[in-house]
Protein backbone atom coordinates (compact mmCIF):
# COMPACT_ATOMS: atom_id res chain seq x y z
CA UNK A 1 0.00 0.00 0.00
CA UNK A 2 1.87 2.70 -1.38
CA UNK A 3 5.29 3.90 -0.86
CA UNK A 4 5.72 2.43 3.02
CA UNK A 5 8.97 1.29 2.57
CA UNK A 6 12.10 3.25 1.62
CA UNK A 7 12.93 2.47 -2.29
CA UNK A 8 16.87 1.68 -1.95
CA UNK A 9 16.95 -0.03 1.18
CA UNK A 10 13.42 -1.97 1.32
CA UNK A 11 12.81 -0.90 4.39
CA UNK A 12 9.02 -0.68 6.07
CA UNK A 13 9.01 2.46 8.71
CA UNK A 14 6.41 4.92 8.10
CA UNK A 15 2.79 4.78 7.83
CA UNK A 16 1.01 6.15 4.19
CA UNK A 17 -0.04 9.01 5.49
CA UNK A 18 3.08 10.04 7.20
CA UNK A 19 5.19 9.55 3.84
CA UNK A 20 3.12 11.80 2.02
CA UNK A 21 2.27 14.44 4.43
CA UNK A 22 5.94 15.16 5.05
CA UNK A 23 8.06 18.79 4.15
CA UNK A 24 11.75 20.15 3.85
CA UNK A 25 13.45 19.60 7.49
CA UNK A 26 15.35 22.18 9.07
CA UNK A 27 18.66 21.69 10.54
CA UNK A 28 18.85 20.44 14.03
CA UNK A 29 21.46 21.84 16.21
CA UNK A 30 20.60 20.60 20.06
CA UNK A 31 18.63 18.13 22.16
CA UNK A 32 15.92 19.65 24.66
CA UNK A 33 13.25 18.38 27.22
CA UNK A 34 9.69 18.98 27.39
CA UNK A 35 7.34 19.39 30.55
CA UNK A 36 4.26 16.46 30.71
CA UNK A 37 1.29 18.14 32.27
CA UNK A 38 -1.68 16.25 31.06
CA UNK A 39 -5.09 18.11 31.72
CA UNK A 40 -8.15 15.72 31.09
CA UNK A 41 -11.60 16.78 30.29
CA UNK A 42 -14.20 15.36 32.89
CA UNK A 43 -16.33 12.57 31.44
CA UNK A 44 -20.27 13.84 30.99
CA UNK A 45 -18.52 17.71 30.79
CA UNK A 46 -20.74 20.11 28.73
CA UNK A 47 -19.33 22.08 25.45
CA UNK A 48 -20.83 24.77 23.90
CA UNK A 49 -22.97 24.40 20.64
CA UNK A 50 -21.23 27.06 18.11
CA UNK A 51 -19.22 24.77 16.26
CA UNK A 52 -19.46 25.28 12.70
CA UNK A 53 -21.20 27.43 10.44
CA UNK A 54 -25.14 27.56 9.95
CA UNK A 55 -25.42 24.96 6.45
CA UNK A 56 -27.86 24.59 3.93
CA UNK A 57 -28.35 21.48 4.19
CA UNK A 58 -31.16 21.85 1.56
CA UNK A 59 -31.43 18.86 -1.50
CA UNK A 60 -29.56 16.59 0.57
CA UNK A 61 -31.53 13.30 1.40
CA UNK A 62 -31.31 11.99 5.05
CA UNK A 63 -32.33 8.49 3.99
CA UNK A 64 -29.39 8.71 1.64
CA UNK A 65 -26.89 9.83 4.10
CA UNK A 66 -27.66 7.23 6.42
CA UNK A 67 -27.65 4.60 4.24
CA UNK A 68 -23.87 5.64 3.43
CA UNK A 69 -22.72 5.55 6.83
CA UNK A 70 -24.53 2.21 7.37
CA UNK A 71 -23.08 0.70 4.72
CA UNK A 72 -19.11 2.41 5.74
CA UNK A 73 -19.95 1.43 9.40
CA UNK A 74 -20.30 -2.42 7.95
CA UNK A 75 -16.78 -2.22 6.33
CA UNK A 76 -15.14 -0.83 9.47
CA UNK A 77 -16.67 -3.91 11.56
CA UNK A 78 -15.83 -6.47 8.64
CA UNK A 79 -12.44 -5.06 8.80
CA UNK A 80 -12.25 -5.46 13.04
CA UNK A 81 -10.57 -8.89 14.62
CA UNK A 82 -13.67 -9.96 16.81
CA UNK A 83 -11.27 -10.94 19.31
CA UNK A 84 -8.70 -7.95 19.60
CA UNK A 85 -11.06 -5.10 18.65
CA UNK A 86 -8.69 -4.26 16.38
CA UNK A 87 -8.95 -3.08 12.47
CA UNK A 88 -6.98 -4.24 9.32
CA UNK A 89 -5.44 -1.56 7.53
CA UNK A 90 -7.56 -2.58 4.67
CA UNK A 91 -10.15 -5.13 3.47
CA UNK A 92 -11.04 -6.31 -0.23
CA UNK A 93 -14.46 -5.60 -1.82
CA UNK A 94 -15.73 -8.48 0.39
CA UNK A 95 -17.44 -7.67 3.61
CA UNK A 96 -19.03 -11.34 4.25
CA UNK A 97 -16.02 -13.12 4.02
CA UNK A 98 -12.97 -10.17 4.41
CA UNK A 99 -9.59 -10.96 3.74
CA UNK A 100 -7.90 -8.24 6.25
CA UNK A 101 -4.53 -6.80 5.42
CA UNK A 102 -2.53 -8.22 8.48
CA UNK A 103 -1.51 -4.90 9.58
CA UNK A 104 -3.10 -1.61 11.57
CA UNK A 105 -1.75 1.54 12.70
CA UNK A 106 -2.50 3.43 15.43
CA UNK A 107 -4.14 6.06 13.17
CA UNK A 108 -6.78 2.96 12.10
CA UNK A 109 -7.08 1.91 15.58
CA UNK A 110 -8.33 5.75 16.27
CA UNK A 111 -10.28 5.96 13.24
CA UNK A 112 -12.27 2.81 14.30
CA UNK A 113 -13.20 3.76 17.92
CA UNK A 114 -13.96 7.34 16.53
CA UNK A 115 -15.88 5.91 14.08
CA UNK A 116 -17.79 3.25 16.79
CA UNK A 117 -18.97 6.96 18.53
CA UNK A 118 -20.36 7.69 15.10
CA UNK A 119 -22.26 4.84 14.52
CA UNK A 120 -24.13 5.00 17.95
CA UNK A 121 -24.57 8.76 17.99
CA UNK A 122 -26.31 7.77 14.40
CA UNK A 123 -28.34 4.73 15.61
CA UNK A 124 -26.88 2.37 13.80
CA UNK A 125 -25.56 0.41 17.00
CA UNK A 126 -27.20 0.29 20.46
CA UNK A 127 -25.41 2.07 23.35
CA UNK A 128 -24.11 -1.32 25.03
CA UNK A 129 -22.45 -2.23 21.11
CA UNK A 130 -20.88 0.80 21.47
CA UNK A 131 -19.36 0.37 25.02
CA UNK A 132 -18.94 -3.34 24.17
CA UNK A 133 -16.77 -3.05 20.94
CA UNK A 134 -14.74 0.11 22.75
CA UNK A 135 -14.15 -2.04 25.60
CA UNK A 136 -12.73 -4.61 23.87
CA UNK A 137 -10.31 -2.58 21.95
CA UNK A 138 -9.83 -0.17 24.80
CA UNK A 139 -8.64 -3.34 26.77
CA UNK A 140 -6.27 -4.96 24.15
CA UNK A 141 -4.81 -1.60 23.68
CA UNK A 142 -3.71 -1.29 27.61
CA UNK A 143 -1.56 -4.45 27.40
CA UNK A 144 -0.07 -3.70 23.52
CA UNK A 145 3.60 -3.26 23.81
CA UNK A 146 4.28 0.30 23.52
CA UNK A 147 7.60 3.16 24.29
CA UNK A 148 7.79 3.25 28.08
CA UNK A 149 9.19 6.25 28.78
CA UNK A 150 6.50 8.34 26.36
CA UNK A 151 3.54 6.02 25.96
CA UNK A 152 3.61 6.07 22.39
CA UNK A 153 2.34 3.20 20.36
CA UNK A 154 4.53 1.59 17.64
CA UNK A 155 3.54 2.11 14.05
CA UNK A 156 2.68 -1.39 12.73
CA UNK A 157 0.71 -3.82 15.05
CA UNK A 158 -0.89 -7.34 13.54
CA UNK A 159 -4.30 -6.49 14.07
CA UNK A 160 -5.16 -10.01 14.89
CA UNK A 161 -2.44 -10.70 17.42
CA UNK A 162 -1.82 -7.68 18.44
CA UNK A 163 2.33 -7.96 18.12
CA UNK A 164 4.48 -5.54 17.41
CA UNK A 165 5.27 -6.18 13.40
CA UNK A 166 8.59 -7.11 12.45
CA UNK A 167 8.30 -8.46 9.02
CA UNK A 168 5.66 -6.87 6.70
CA UNK A 169 3.04 -9.02 5.14
CA UNK A 170 2.67 -8.26 1.98
CA UNK A 171 6.77 -8.65 0.77
CA UNK A 172 8.55 -9.77 3.98
CA UNK A 173 10.55 -7.49 4.15
CA UNK A 174 12.43 -6.25 7.30
CA UNK A 175 10.48 -3.55 9.88
CA UNK A 176 12.18 -1.67 12.12
CA UNK A 177 9.73 -0.80 15.42
CA UNK A 178 8.70 3.54 14.74
CA UNK A 179 7.06 5.52 16.34
CA UNK A 180 5.19 8.17 14.30
CA UNK A 181 4.53 11.56 15.62
CA UNK A 182 1.85 12.31 13.30
CA UNK A 183 0.20 8.65 14.12
CA UNK A 184 0.37 9.06 17.36
CA UNK A 185 -1.09 12.34 17.41
CA UNK A 186 -4.96 10.69 15.80
CA UNK A 187 -4.59 7.86 18.36
CA UNK A 188 -4.61 10.44 21.56
CA UNK A 189 -7.19 12.11 19.42
CA UNK A 190 -9.23 9.35 19.49
CA UNK A 191 -8.92 8.72 22.85
CA UNK A 192 -10.34 12.11 24.03
CA UNK A 193 -13.12 11.46 21.78
CA UNK A 194 -14.42 8.35 23.72
CA UNK A 195 -12.96 9.53 27.06
CA UNK A 196 -16.01 12.25 26.97
CA UNK A 197 -18.48 10.34 24.47
CA UNK A 198 -18.56 7.12 26.52
CA UNK A 199 -17.77 7.85 30.56
CA UNK A 200 -18.11 3.89 31.17
CA UNK A 201 -14.75 3.59 29.23
CA UNK A 202 -12.73 6.73 30.17
CA UNK A 203 -11.09 5.30 32.85
CA UNK A 204 -9.70 2.66 30.26
CA UNK A 205 -8.83 5.88 27.68
CA UNK A 206 -7.26 7.88 30.06
CA UNK A 207 -5.31 5.59 31.57
CA UNK A 208 -3.74 4.67 27.93
CA UNK A 209 -3.51 8.61 27.57
CA UNK A 210 -2.14 9.41 30.49
CA UNK A 211 0.99 7.64 29.81
CA UNK A 212 1.65 9.59 26.18
CA UNK A 213 3.82 12.54 26.27
CA UNK A 214 4.31 14.11 23.17
CA UNK A 215 7.42 16.14 24.27
CA UNK A 216 9.27 13.15 23.11
CA UNK A 217 8.93 14.48 19.60
CA UNK A 218 9.77 18.05 20.54
CA UNK A 219 13.26 19.77 19.14
CA UNK A 220 13.16 22.78 20.44
CA UNK A 221 16.30 23.94 18.30
CA UNK A 222 14.67 22.61 15.25
CA UNK A 223 14.97 26.32 13.81
CA UNK A 224 17.77 28.56 15.50
CA UNK A 225 16.58 32.08 15.95
CA UNK A 226 12.80 31.43 16.91
CA UNK A 227 10.74 31.52 19.89
CA UNK A 228 9.93 27.44 19.47
CA UNK A 229 10.86 24.11 17.49
CA UNK A 230 9.13 21.42 15.44
CA UNK A 231 8.25 18.08 16.03
CA UNK A 232 10.36 15.49 14.48
CA UNK A 233 8.43 12.96 12.21
CA UNK A 234 8.87 10.10 14.83
CA UNK A 235 12.06 7.94 15.92
CA UNK A 236 12.93 4.33 16.78
CA UNK A 237 14.02 2.94 20.01
CA UNK A 238 16.61 0.72 18.26
CA UNK A 239 19.17 2.10 15.78
CA UNK A 240 17.86 1.24 12.49
CA UNK A 241 19.89 1.14 8.96
CA UNK A 242 18.81 4.38 7.55
CA UNK A 243 20.36 8.08 9.15
CA UNK A 244 18.59 9.03 12.40
CA UNK A 245 20.06 11.20 14.75
CA UNK A 246 20.00 10.28 18.66
CA UNK A 247 18.84 12.04 21.39
CA UNK A 248 16.22 11.81 23.52
CA UNK A 249 13.93 15.00 24.04
CA UNK A 250 12.04 13.87 26.85
CA UNK A 251 14.54 13.21 29.36
CA UNK A 252 14.12 10.16 30.72
CA UNK A 253 14.77 6.58 29.65
CA UNK A 254 17.50 5.56 27.03
CA UNK A 255 18.24 7.58 23.94
CA UNK A 256 16.26 7.38 20.92
CA UNK A 257 17.04 7.16 16.90
CA UNK A 258 15.09 10.17 15.35
CA UNK A 259 14.00 10.29 12.47
CA UNK A 260 16.07 13.09 9.80
CA UNK A 261 12.27 15.22 9.56
CA UNK A 262 10.68 17.63 10.90
CA UNK A 263 7.34 18.93 10.31
CA UNK A 264 7.39 22.20 9.51
CA UNK A 265 4.24 23.00 7.47
CA UNK A 266 0.96 24.12 9.42
CA UNK A 267 -1.53 23.08 6.99
CA UNK A 268 -1.41 19.60 7.24
CA UNK A 269 -2.10 16.62 9.38
CA UNK A 270 0.43 16.98 12.04
CA UNK A 271 -1.22 20.10 13.52
CA UNK A 272 -3.29 17.62 15.26
CA UNK A 273 -0.64 16.52 17.13
CA UNK A 274 0.53 20.11 17.87
CA UNK A 275 -3.00 20.92 19.27
CA UNK A 276 -2.86 17.59 21.54
CA UNK A 277 0.57 17.82 23.10
CA UNK A 278 -0.29 22.53 23.85
CA UNK A 279 -3.63 21.34 25.36
CA UNK A 280 -1.78 18.84 27.66
CA UNK A 281 0.78 21.03 28.33
CA UNK A 282 3.71 19.35 26.94
CA UNK A 283 4.46 21.37 23.82
CA UNK A 284 4.71 25.41 24.35
CA UNK A 285 2.20 27.19 22.63
CA UNK A 286 4.11 29.29 20.39
CA UNK A 287 5.12 25.59 18.36
CA UNK A 288 2.11 26.37 17.01
CA UNK A 289 3.76 29.65 15.55
CA UNK A 290 7.09 27.95 14.66
CA UNK A 291 5.70 26.01 11.57
CA UNK A 292 4.96 27.28 8.33
CA UNK A 293 1.76 28.63 6.43
CA UNK A 294 4.14 29.32 3.56
CA UNK A 295 7.54 28.92 2.19
CA UNK A 296 9.14 32.30 1.77
CA UNK A 297 8.96 34.31 -1.41
CA UNK A 298 12.11 34.41 -1.90
CA UNK A 299 14.59 32.83 -4.64
CA UNK A 300 15.95 30.43 -2.12
CA UNK A 301 12.73 28.39 -1.93
CA UNK A 302 11.71 28.65 -5.73
CA UNK A 303 11.76 25.11 -5.82
CA UNK A 304 7.85 25.61 -4.18
CA UNK A 305 5.17 25.28 -6.97
CA UNK A 306 4.63 28.66 -7.17
CA UNK A 307 5.30 32.65 -5.72
CA UNK A 308 3.73 33.53 -2.77
CA UNK A 309 1.87 36.65 -1.93
CA UNK A 310 1.21 38.19 1.89
CA UNK A 311 2.85 40.07 4.87
CA UNK A 312 4.64 39.55 7.87
CA UNK A 313 3.06 39.29 11.20
CA UNK A 314 4.01 38.42 14.77
CA UNK A 315 2.58 36.44 17.04
CA UNK A 316 3.70 34.68 20.54
CA UNK A 317 7.04 36.24 19.51
CA UNK A 318 7.09 34.75 16.14
CA UNK A 319 7.27 36.48 13.01
CA UNK A 320 4.93 34.52 10.76
CA UNK A 321 5.01 35.15 7.01
CA UNK A 322 1.37 34.89 6.30
CA UNK A 323 1.76 34.32 2.69
CA UNK A 324 -0.50 32.24 0.03
CA UNK A 325 -0.82 31.22 -3.35
CA UNK A 326 -3.45 32.49 -5.99
CA UNK A 327 -5.86 29.86 -7.40
CA UNK A 328 -9.08 31.04 -9.59
CA UNK A 329 -9.30 34.62 -8.30
CA UNK A 330 -8.55 32.85 -5.11
CA UNK A 331 -5.62 33.07 -2.27
CA UNK A 332 -5.48 29.91 -0.34
CA UNK A 333 -2.53 29.21 2.50
CA UNK A 334 -1.61 25.55 0.61
CA UNK A 335 -1.15 22.29 2.02
CA UNK A 336 1.98 20.17 1.28
CA UNK A 337 0.29 18.41 -1.35
CA UNK A 338 -2.63 19.71 -2.25
CA UNK A 339 -4.38 17.48 -1.06
CA UNK A 340 -7.83 17.45 0.75
CA UNK A 341 -7.30 15.31 4.07
CA UNK A 342 -4.40 17.48 4.85
CA UNK A 343 -6.18 20.79 4.96
CA UNK A 344 -9.63 19.20 6.32
CA UNK A 345 -9.24 15.90 8.57
CA UNK A 346 -8.06 18.39 11.71
CA UNK A 347 -11.08 19.61 11.15
CA UNK A 348 -12.55 16.91 12.30
CA UNK A 349 -11.62 17.64 14.98
CA UNK A 350 -11.25 21.34 16.35
CA UNK A 351 -14.07 23.67 15.00
CA UNK A 352 -11.17 25.51 13.57
CA UNK A 353 -13.39 27.92 11.35
CA UNK A 354 -15.08 29.13 14.10
CA UNK A 355 -12.30 29.26 16.29
CA UNK A 356 -10.04 31.07 13.98
CA UNK A 357 -12.42 32.93 11.59
CA UNK A 358 -9.88 35.57 10.24
CA UNK A 359 -7.44 31.74 9.51
CA UNK A 360 -8.74 28.42 8.72
CA UNK A 361 -12.33 30.24 8.28
CA UNK A 362 -11.57 31.87 5.25
CA UNK A 363 -8.87 29.12 4.01
CA UNK A 364 -11.30 25.80 4.82
CA UNK A 365 -13.93 26.95 2.46
CA UNK A 366 -11.91 28.30 0.04
CA UNK A 367 -9.88 25.13 -0.40
CA UNK A 368 -13.55 23.20 -0.64
CA UNK A 369 -14.00 25.53 -3.26
CA UNK A 370 -11.09 25.54 -5.46
CA UNK A 371 -10.88 21.78 -5.29
CA UNK A 372 -14.48 21.48 -6.88
CA UNK A 373 -13.68 23.92 -9.39
CA UNK A 374 -10.77 22.39 -10.31
CA UNK A 375 -12.07 19.16 -11.00
CA UNK A 376 -15.25 20.34 -13.14
CA UNK A 377 -13.91 23.33 -14.63
CA UNK A 378 -9.96 23.12 -14.54
CA UNK A 379 -9.58 19.45 -15.28
CA UNK A 380 -13.36 19.20 -16.47
CA UNK A 381 -13.06 15.85 -14.48
CA UNK A 382 -17.00 15.97 -14.17
CA UNK A 383 -16.29 14.90 -10.47
CA UNK A 384 -14.46 16.36 -7.69
CA UNK A 385 -12.62 15.20 -4.06
CA UNK A 386 -8.97 14.28 -4.14
CA UNK A 387 -6.62 13.36 -1.30
CA UNK A 388 -4.12 10.14 -1.13
CA UNK A 389 -6.12 6.90 -1.07
CA UNK A 390 -5.95 3.94 -3.12
CA UNK A 391 -4.62 3.60 -6.95
CA UNK A 392 -7.52 2.33 -9.23
CA UNK A 393 -4.34 -0.20 -11.02
CA UNK A 394 -3.42 -1.22 -8.01
CA UNK A 395 -1.52 -0.16 -4.74
CA UNK A 396 -1.51 3.39 -3.03
CA UNK A 397 -0.95 6.58 -4.18
CA UNK A 398 -0.98 10.23 -3.33
CA UNK A 399 -3.77 12.14 -5.36
CA UNK A 400 -4.52 16.29 -5.13
CA UNK A 401 -4.42 19.57 -6.67
CA UNK A 402 -0.73 20.48 -8.33
CA UNK A 403 -1.80 24.13 -7.94
CA UNK A 404 -2.70 23.77 -4.36
CA UNK A 405 0.36 21.98 -3.03
CA UNK A 406 3.80 23.05 -1.94
CA UNK A 407 5.32 20.60 -3.13
CA UNK A 408 7.13 21.68 -6.58
CA UNK A 409 5.96 18.46 -8.29
CA UNK A 410 2.53 17.98 -6.29
CA UNK A 411 0.08 15.45 -5.39
CA UNK A 412 -1.49 14.34 -9.36
CA UNK A 413 -4.72 14.40 -9.91
CA UNK A 414 -4.68 11.88 -12.57
CA UNK A 415 -3.69 8.43 -13.50
CA UNK A 416 -0.69 9.97 -15.88
CA UNK A 417 0.46 11.64 -12.72
CA UNK A 418 0.38 15.36 -14.74
CA UNK A 419 2.11 18.29 -13.49
CA UNK A 420 1.66 21.89 -13.42
CA UNK A 421 4.42 24.50 -13.61
CA UNK A 422 3.51 28.19 -13.66
CA UNK A 423 6.95 29.15 -12.43
CA UNK A 424 8.13 31.29 -9.79
CA UNK A 425 7.63 34.93 -10.81
CA UNK A 426 11.58 36.64 -10.90
CA UNK A 427 13.37 33.37 -10.51
CA UNK A 428 12.41 30.67 -12.37
CA UNK A 429 10.14 30.20 -15.81
CA UNK A 430 7.01 28.73 -15.82
CA UNK A 431 7.20 25.01 -17.46
CA UNK A 432 4.01 23.70 -18.26
CA UNK A 433 0.99 26.52 -17.32
CA UNK A 434 -1.61 25.19 -18.85
CA UNK A 435 -1.39 21.21 -18.72
CA UNK A 436 -4.36 19.13 -20.51
CA UNK A 437 -5.32 16.39 -17.61
CA UNK A 438 -6.08 12.70 -18.16
CA UNK A 439 -8.01 10.10 -16.36
CA UNK A 440 -8.53 11.80 -13.22
CA UNK A 441 -9.04 9.57 -9.89
CA UNK A 442 -11.03 10.95 -7.51
CA UNK A 443 -11.17 9.84 -3.90
CA UNK A 444 -15.06 9.54 -1.84
CA UNK A 445 -13.48 10.28 1.36
CA UNK A 446 -12.30 13.95 0.47
CA UNK A 447 -15.55 15.09 -0.97
CA UNK A 448 -16.75 13.72 2.94
CA UNK A 449 -14.46 15.69 4.54
CA UNK A 450 -16.29 19.05 2.34
CA UNK A 451 -19.38 19.08 3.13
CA UNK A 452 -19.18 20.45 6.13
CA UNK A 453 -18.41 23.13 3.56
CA UNK A 454 -19.98 22.51 1.08
CA UNK A 455 -22.58 20.02 1.84
CA UNK A 456 -24.90 20.38 -1.09
CA UNK A 457 -21.85 20.62 -3.71
CA UNK A 458 -20.78 17.57 -1.84
CA UNK A 459 -23.57 15.40 -1.80
CA UNK A 460 -24.45 15.83 -5.54
CA UNK A 461 -21.06 14.87 -6.41
CA UNK A 462 -21.00 12.09 -3.97
CA UNK A 463 -24.62 10.66 -5.90
CA UNK A 464 -22.90 11.12 -9.09
CA UNK A 465 -19.94 8.91 -8.35
CA UNK A 466 -22.16 6.45 -6.94
CA UNK A 467 -24.92 6.19 -9.67
CA UNK A 468 -22.84 7.15 -13.16
CA UNK A 469 -19.22 5.60 -11.99
CA UNK A 470 -21.03 3.00 -9.95
CA UNK A 471 -17.59 3.19 -7.30
CA UNK A 472 -20.17 1.59 -4.53
CA UNK A 473 -20.17 -1.76 -2.70
CA UNK A 474 -22.34 -3.53 0.19
CA UNK A 475 -19.23 -1.57 2.48
CA UNK A 476 -20.28 2.23 1.44
CA UNK A 477 -17.79 4.02 -1.43
CA UNK A 478 -14.60 2.48 -2.72
CA UNK A 479 -11.23 3.48 -2.12
CA UNK A 480 -10.86 5.34 -5.32
CA UNK A 481 -12.26 5.72 -9.39
CA UNK A 482 -10.51 7.02 -12.15
CA UNK A 483 -13.13 8.69 -13.38
CA UNK A 484 -12.21 8.60 -17.01
CA UNK A 485 -11.72 4.99 -17.94
CA UNK A 486 -13.69 3.99 -14.56
CA UNK A 487 -11.41 1.92 -12.78
CA UNK A 488 -11.93 1.42 -9.01
CA UNK A 489 -10.16 0.77 -6.10
CA UNK A 490 -12.69 -1.78 -5.22
CA UNK A 491 -11.48 -2.30 -1.68
CA UNK A 492 -12.03 -0.14 1.26
CA UNK A 493 -9.16 1.33 3.75
CA UNK A 494 -10.03 1.91 7.45
CA UNK A 495 -8.68 5.28 7.69
CA UNK A 496 -10.51 6.66 4.56
CA UNK A 497 -13.87 4.60 6.00
CA UNK A 498 -13.41 6.62 9.76
CA UNK A 499 -12.64 10.31 7.66
CA UNK A 500 -16.40 9.24 6.07
CA UNK A 501 -18.15 8.83 9.29
CA UNK A 502 -16.31 11.32 11.14
CA UNK A 503 -17.53 14.16 8.68
CA UNK A 504 -21.04 12.36 8.16
CA UNK A 505 -21.07 12.43 12.23
CA UNK A 506 -20.41 16.11 12.43
CA UNK A 507 -22.59 17.49 10.03
CA UNK A 508 -25.06 15.00 10.90
CA UNK A 509 -24.75 14.45 13.99
CA UNK A 510 -24.23 17.56 15.99
CA UNK A 511 -20.41 17.71 15.69
CA UNK A 512 -20.30 14.79 17.72
CA UNK A 513 -16.33 14.49 16.59
CA UNK A 514 -15.81 17.78 17.84
CA UNK A 515 -17.83 18.49 21.06
CA UNK A 516 -16.30 15.51 22.55
CA UNK A 517 -12.95 15.97 21.37
CA UNK A 518 -12.67 19.80 22.72
CA UNK A 519 -13.96 19.41 26.23
CA UNK A 520 -11.57 20.35 28.93
CA UNK A 521 -8.30 21.82 28.19
CA UNK A 522 -8.78 21.73 23.95
CA UNK A 523 -11.27 24.45 24.32
CA UNK A 524 -9.26 26.64 26.90
CA UNK A 525 -5.87 26.97 25.68
CA UNK A 526 -6.20 26.11 21.83
CA UNK A 527 -9.01 28.49 21.24
CA UNK A 528 -7.72 31.66 22.24
CA UNK A 529 -4.71 30.26 20.73
CA UNK A 530 -5.54 30.20 17.35
CA UNK A 531 -8.51 32.82 16.97
CA UNK A 532 -5.76 35.47 17.00
CA UNK A 533 -4.31 34.82 13.60
CA UNK A 534 -5.05 35.90 10.33
CA UNK A 535 -4.17 34.21 7.21
CA UNK A 536 -3.26 35.88 4.01
CA UNK A 537 -6.07 34.01 2.43
CA UNK A 538 -9.25 35.31 0.65
CA UNK A 539 -10.59 36.52 -2.50
CA UNK A 540 -8.02 38.36 -4.69
CA UNK A 541 -9.45 42.12 -5.37
Same mark, same amino acid.
Request: hydrophobic share 40%.
Given at each position: ??????????????????????????????????????????????? @????????????????? !??????????????????????????????????? /???? &????? !???????????????????????????????????????????????????? &??????????? *??????????????????????????????????? &????????????????????????????????? @? @??????????????????????????????????????????????????????????????????????? &???????????????? /???? !????????????????????????????? *??????????? /???????????????????????????? *?????????? *???????????????????????????????????????????????????????????????????????????????????????????????????????? /????????????????????????????
Amino acid at each position: MNQRCDATLGFSTATRRQLLAGAAAFAITGLAAATAKPGFAAPGAQS @PSYFSRARNLGGVDRKV !ITRWAQDTWKSLVAMTDPVTGLPADYIGESITAPK /RSGF &TSPTN !IGGYMWSTVVARELNIISASECRERLTRTLTTLAGLKHHEPSGMLYNWYDEA &TGEVITVWPEN *GNPVAPFMSSVDNGWFAAALMVVRNAEPKVAGLAN &TILGRMDFGIFYNKDARPGVAAGLLRGGFYDVK @P @PVETVQGNYLGKGADVYYTMNHYDVTNSEPRIATYIGIALGQLPPAHYFATMRVFPDTCDWSWQEQKPAGE &TRTYQGIDVFEGAYTY /RGMR !IVPSWGGDMFESLMPDLFVPESTWAPKAW *GINHPLTVRAQ /REFGLDDAQYGYWGFSPASHPKGGYSEW *GVDALGMSSD *GYPSDVERTSVDTGFDGCRPAGNPTPAWGDGVVTPHAAFLAMEYEPREAYDNLVKIERDLAAYGAGGFFDAVAVKSGTIARRYLSLDQAMVLGAIGNVFGDNVI /RRNFIQGEVEKVIKPLIEVEEFGAGLVG
